[in-house]
């Protein structure tokens, strides 16, 4: 299984290659591989790494190892649904089955490839439908990475930004650089670099000024969690800048796929929030120079929860989802994923 390194983007592009299902685990830990999506698929590898690794002949013990598994890497990222529902969907997969062991390990490795594959499909769906949104002469503010490299391939909230782009659209990005860990700074812009679409980086402390004086159309994120009254769960900043939006009249799109609603939780509050290494925000430098002073504490969440009052529509695969969010998302919970 290999992957990008994504810590060493943009000075370097290294691959990395994983052998097991702990060297997964820790990819996603250490932020190797992220993104909802990107994880969702890493982790369906990890457990088809898994069943191809345990040396049982046992179906009885297989089954109870490869859960054993699937547990481990779900606690790697507790936050992001698309993990745990990859994950789950293998396992229950490999379980409904009474074949034999060496099917059983097939059957892993051919679900996280479709998972894969779906992934993919869904992506471009979502750039389509998004694009629509789209105006030519849009600024967009776009938080954290939402782009081929949060995902499989194409990217959610950056795929609808490409895609609207690909149409001939002269659109313009504003690109919030998501402290701590500027994900917008380094692998966004690194990102539009490489496709030739206009962008400028701006702090995340900026987004406010640029919406109010109207230098800025649109804003545009992705989703770790959406809860089934369509609170969003996304990385830290992106409830302020849904409020600073909002208080100008300026629309709010979240791009995520249906796997990311998490119909368990009622609202965003019941979602249990990541909280990261403090060094994250501690490890700081300007110009070279420690930015705090010796012994100084941090908190690290990584993601906030956005409201659904905030946001003006939900794309996804399925179509784009208007308030009332709560209906409105159960209503479209049976249709096709794929078209």
């Known amino acids: 299984m290999q992957m990008i390194d994504q810590r060493k983007l943009p000075n370097s592009l290294e691959i990395v290659s994983l052998h097991s299902h702990l060297e997964v ?30 040396p049982t002949r046992s179906i009885v013990t297989f089954k109870k190892s490869l859960t054993k598994a699937g547990d481990l890497i779900i606690s790697s990222r507790p936050t992001a649904v698309n993990l745990a529902w990859a994950v789950t969907r293998i396992i229950n997969k490999v379980h409904a089955s009474n074949e034999s062991i060496d099917v059983l390990k097939s059957i892993a490795l051919s679900e996280a490839q479709l998972i894969a594959d779906e992934d993919i499909r869904s992506n471009k769906k979502m750039g389509q439908y998004g694009a629509e949104l789209i105006q030519a002469g849009d600024s967009i503010i776009h938080h954290c990475n939402t782009g081929s490299l949060a995902v499989v ?64 159309t649109k804003v545009l994120f992705g989703a770790d969690r959406i809860a089934a009254n369509g609170d969003v769960v996304n990385k830290i900043g992106s409830y302020m800048l849904a409020l600073a939006a909002f208080d100008n009249s300026v629309p709010v799109y979240v791009v995520a796929p249906f796997s990311s609603v998490d119909f368990s939780s009622n609202d965003g509050f019941q979602v249990d929030i990541e909280e990261r ?21 941090a908190k690290n969440p990584a993601f906030d929860i956005t409201p659904n009052r905030l946001i003006t529509a939900i794309v996804t695969e399925k179509g784009i989802v208007y308030p009332p969010f709560q209906k409105n998302l159960q209503a479209i919970r049976s249709a096709p994923s794929i078209c």
Do not use: C
């Open 153 to 216: 391939e194409w990217g959610t909230a950056l795929g609808v930004i490409r895609t609207a782009y690909e149409q001939g659209k002269n659109i313009h990005v504003l690109v919030d650089e998501t402290r701590p860990r500027l994900q917008g700074a380094r692998l966004t812009a690194w990102e539009l670099k490489e496709y030739g679409i206009p962008f400028h980086v701006i702090s995340d402390n900026m987004a406010g000024y640029f919406l109010q004086t109207r230098q800025a």
């Open 25 to 54: 685990v820790d990819a996603i830990k250490d932020m190797i591989v992220r993104g909802a999506p990107a994880i969702g698929a890493a982790g369906a590898f990890g457990i088809a790494l898994a069943a191809q690794q345990i």
């Open 277 to 297: 290494d403090p060094e994250e925000v501690l490890g700081l430098q300007f110009k070279g120079e420690q930015v705090f002073p010796k012994g100084t504490r």
